[in-house]
């Protein structure tokens, strides 16, 4: 009895909307205790007179509780969810196609402003409406985003200068560099360079590595990541913060006034190899257009590699120590007696992108919407690597939009609409900096406080399927325990991102809600393979990541990439968004998290 007690409990408290947020495990003991009191003393007083009926018509009655018994587990064994079947609609065969089509050779590496965005804006547009969703933004399934393309080639040599001597830097091998103001030339003369830490300020930490210094006029070098990285007791530990994404470092060294920025690259702080650096890099980039034509940002932008940070340290004398001290709470910036001057020319164009939306409106609160957000693009025709230069951005990010397009139609599927609108977005932009997601953020159809969460796609992973998958930024928000009771249904469960310390969760779309407060969902396929493993998934993903992350290589093969896993992630965000399309609740961030005060001042 115990053991049937507590398989119902497990099952009761599983398959609740949210695990544990109605009712308690404690709570649902002292329920099914009651009932099983109530049953034993119902039991005992029928006992008696079915003695008596049986003796009259004991063949008739005992086929009729055989019949009753047999219905009553096979209607528990097959209990009817509403969205089962649109679930089944979710499947390898159409995922594959979506995928084969996005990350062809005709669609040019989806770059913005190229004939590869007007392929691909377009094909969503006709696989949205052959769905039979409407357009998303009033009549019309675009959102146009300002952007400014800009082109950064830097004159010869990053030249360091010291009283004991030079030190040059090569482009793209050693030094990568550009500007964000709309100016055909720019550069540094001469500028004084301060090694500022890790660049951060943060005054929830206690920690300001610009702390009495004025950069005005002077090029700030910093380290990527956070100072947690190396130290567990400062800021997260090894989860790293905002404070340590590239794009806070720049921002903060504009904020101070800096006229250059350079970020040291190391390869496991950063989450990725230098090629990385250098392919995103080496080819143009685009940015929001902007009433100060960017004038706020630093002149100059750009990171050098560990080698010439280390020569630059030699040079001013100083030994490397000096980037561990910089983890020391206390840590005071160092004027490193050195000069760096560059001249870039910059080739500028000006162009309008385009967000896709399409919605189906909810038949209850229609002007409340859960977003799913994809970004369609990635870095067109670039470098050439290994005799292929165009960037086909198969599993990054032509899984995501597929997966977008896959839950769009199990939601059309479902035989009971969402009460609540839902909003599938996929953004331009995402790859030079979540340019689509942040106008957006800015420009939204669905008010802040109306919407109710996103769930964003972003690299599907080839792990096959998993008996896990992994959570980005894990412990930030209630969407957790959708997941985990989506998760739940497919016999999996989910886990904290395995290195926390790429920070992940500030690299894509979905970040950009968050910031303006709306719970948001980045989940990464598991990395257990039923088959084979943890050990097989961890290679599956540092493989992708060293050999075809944001270089031509990373193209759709069908014959080897094992999608089963992909189609399983997929279906469990549909299942989570599904659970909240039918709610009235509104998912809140965690104690702890930085968003939750951004998200209260909405009123949800």
């Not at 942040?438 to 599907?460: L, Q, R, T, W």
């Not at 549909?574 to 930085?594: A, I, N, V």
Request: glycine letters at 8%.
């Amino acid at each position: 009895m115990q053991a049937a007690k507590d398989k119902s409990i497990s099952l009761a408290f599983n398959n609740c909307p949210v695990s544990g947020r109605k009712i308690t495990k404690t709570r649902l003991h002292f329920i099914l205790d009651s009932l099983i009191l109530e049953a034993e003393f119902i039991k005992a007083m029928v006992n008696s007179r079915l003695k008596k009926i049986l003796k009259q018509h004991s063949s008739a009655i005992v086929l009729f509780f055989f019949l009753f018994q047999y219905a009553a587990v096979q209607a528990q064994n097959q209990q009817f969810v509403p969205d089962s079947i649109a679930v089944k609609t979710i499947n390898e065969t159409s995922f594959a196609k979506h995928i084969t089509v996005l990350a062809s050779d005709e669609f040019k590496g989806r770059k913005p402003f190229t004939i590869g965005e007007v392929k691909s804006i377009n094909y969503l547009k006709t696989e949205f409406e052959k769905l039979g969703l409407k357009p998303g933004n009033g009549d019309s399934f675009f959102q146009q985003v300002p952007m400014v393309d800009i082109k950064s080639v830097p004159e010869g040599q990053l030249v360091i200068k010291g009283a004991g001597g030079t030190v040059s830097a090569n482009y793209l091998t050693e030094f990568v560099a550009g500007t964000k103001h709309v100016l055909q030339k720019v550069g540094l003369a001469s500028s004084p360079i301060v090694f500022a830490g890790y660049g951060i300020v943060a005054p929830e930490y206690n920690w300001n590595d610009y702390a009495g210094l004025d950069v005005k006029g002077k090029t700030v070098v910093v380290m990527i990541n956070d100072p947690g990285l190396r130290d567990s007791t400062l800021f997260k530990g090894k989860n790293m913060t905002y404070y340590g994404r590239w794009t806070y470092k720049f921002e903060e060294a504009a904020r101070q006034g800096a006229a250059g920025i350079l970020i040291i690259h190391d390869d496991i702080p950063a989450g990725y190899p230098w090629s990385v650096v250098r392919s995103g890099w080496s080819k143009s980039k685009l940015q929001l257009e902007t009433a100060d034509q960017n004038k706020s940002r630093a002149l100059v932008e750009g990171w050098i590699s560990m080698d010439i940070a280390k020569q630059m340290l030699k040079l001013a004398g100083k030994n490397e120590n000096l980037l561990s001290m910089a983890t020391k709470r206390g840590f005071k910036p160092v004027d490193l007696g050195l000069t760096t001057s560059l001249t870039i020319n910059t080739t500028i164009k000006r162009s309008v992108s385009n967000n896709v939306l399409a919605v189906i409106p909810g038949v209850k609160r229609p002007d409340e919407a859960l977003i799913y957000s994809a970004h369609w693009d990635h870095f067109g025709v670039g470098e050439i690597v290994k005799g292929d230069s165009v960037y086909h951005g198969a599993v990054d990010n032509a899984t995501g939009v597929a997966a977008l397009l896959e839950i769009a139609a199990a939601f059309k599927q479902s035989p009971i609409p969402p009460e609540r609108s839902i909003l599938f977005i996929s953004f331009t932009g995402e790859e030079q900096g979540l340019l689509g997601s942040e106008y957006y953020a800015s420009h939204p159809v669905f008010s802040v406080e109306k919407s109710v969460a996103d769930i964003n796609m972003d690299m599907m992973g080839l792990a096959g399927k998993t008996k896990d998958i992994v959570v980005y930024g894990y412990g930030q928000s209630d969407l957790e325990d959708y997941a985990k009771a989506s998760a739940a249904k497919q016999g999996r469960v989910i886990v904290p991102d395995p290195v926390p310390s790429s920070g992940l969760y500030y690299r894509s779309d979905h970040f950009n809600f968050a910031k303006v407060g709306i719970p948001s969902f980045f989940s990464g396929s598991g990395v257990d393979n039923i088959q084979y493993g943890k050990a097989y998934g961890m290679k599956q993903a540092d493989d992708y990541i060293k050999t075809r992350y944001h270089s031509p290589q990373d193209n759709f093969d069908p014959k080897t990439w094992d999608m089963g896993g992909m189609v399983e992630d997929v279906r469990l965000l549909f299942d989570m968004g599904y659970q909240m399309s039918q709610e009235t609740l509104f998912p809140q961030w965690k104690t702890g998290s930085e968003f939750k005060k951004i998200r209260e001042k909405t009123g949800n």
